[in-house]
């Protein structure tokens, strides 16, 4: 089996469903190319990535991940995959010809991760599955690609309980990826009767985004889970918010606003301070991993007086460090080691 950069991952809990339902697709020999579809947030990477490993021992050459995230544009595909495939290439012969020849006689799963962006790219990967008949290829996007070969599977979020009043929610995958992600944070975080409603109702607001659990999660360092909620609910509904609530997002407007489709909070940072509003753009990175580190930090600067945050130079200064986080993309997710 080759030896592919296997990509470090963060917890992954439930998805019990989809991992069976796309386990069958990858396996089904009609399918040769399946695109895990849903917006920013919802957690495509990881559970690609979770699948790949799940199916390597079924590729004898095993799989490959070819992060497409930094690429500004579909001309860079064939050296991303040539760098992340190890690819032995030659200066005087063209290089997509090279990779193809590389691909034929492999017997192996290409992961290739943020295609939206790259649409212009994508007869490339039709010219893989034409010359490399022992290659499947599974992509993450938050856009179909629209090619004969697709097979598409769309991704949606996390259970979670629906009633308040439900006692027994740890069985949820949403509660168990809040509980789990405020505890490493927060070590005494501790899932009470009396909090429970609120985790459902956050669990329930962001509708099971992996991301937008995570971002809120990162809160209970230093707020109650019920003012989560409600700030939440505010954002949501559009409910105005006073200048308390306003500094609450004053140190992560980002994170107000990470909810992209359903969540994408429109307006009403009139109270944000000024210089903020590029902030808005830092959203639109998918995963996941370079944001929690950003809210995280956040959540350091706070201070426990009143339960919101401090508008201060050192808050201002993990803003810009967060937006510069965000930029990055997944770098943390898809940093990789040797297999």
Same mark, same amino acid.
């Given at each position: ?54 199916? %390597?021992? *079924? ?107 439900? *006692? ?12 789990? %992600? ?158």
């Amino acid at each position: 089996m080759a030896a592919y950069p296997i990509p470090k991952t963060t917890f992954f809990v439930g998805r019990d469903t989809e991992l069976n339902d796309i386990a069958e697709l990858t396996n089904n020999p009609l399918c040769r190319l399946l695109t895990l579809t849903g917006p920013g947030g919802i957690g495509k990477t990881q559970l690609a990535v979770e699948v790949a490993q799940r199916q %390597n021992a *079924t590729f004898p050459d095993g799989f490959c991940l070819i992060p497409l995230q930094r690429l500004h544009s579909h001309e860079f595909i064939i050296s991303a995959m040539v760098e992340s495939l190890r690819c032995p290439i030659s200066p005087n012969r063209d290089l997509f010809e090279q990779l193809l020849e590389y691909l034929s006689g492999k017997s192996l799963l290409l992961v290739t991760d943020n295609f939206e962006h790259l649409l212009e790219g994508v007869h490339l990967l039709s010219d893989i599955l034409a010359h490399a008949p022992q290659v499947k290829i599974l992509t993450t996007s938050r856009e179909r690609l629209n090619i004969v070969e697709e097979w598409v599977y769309e991704v949606g979020g996390l259970s979670f309980p629906i009633n308040e009043r439900e *006692t027994e929610i740890e069985v949820y995958s949403a509660v168990q990826l809040f509980m789990q %992600n405020a505890r490493r944070l927060h070590h005494s975080f501790a899932l009470t009767p009396g909090c429970k409603p609120a985790v459902i109702r956050i669990c329930r607001l962001v509708g099971g985004m992996p991301l937008g659990i995570e971002l809120a999660s990162a809160w209970a360092r230093v707020l109650p889970c019920e003012t989560i909620a409600d700030e939440i609910e505010r954002i949501r509904f559009g409910i105005r918010r006073d200048v308390a609530h306003a500094r609450f997002f004053r140190v992560d407007a980002r994170a107000a606003q990470v909810f992209e489709g359903d969540f994408l909070v429109r307006d009403g940072f009139d109270h944000v301070g000024p210089g903020h509003e590029h902030v808005r753009g830092a959203a639109h990175h998918e995963d996941e991993v370079g944001q929690r580190g950003g809210v995280d930090r956040a959540a350091r600067a706070g201070s426990h007086d009143g339960g919101n945050l401090r508008d201060d130079a050192r808050s201002q200064r993990v803003l810009k460090e967060d937006v510069r986080v965000a930029r990055e993309g997944d770098d943390a997710l898809l940093d990789a080691r040797p297999a």
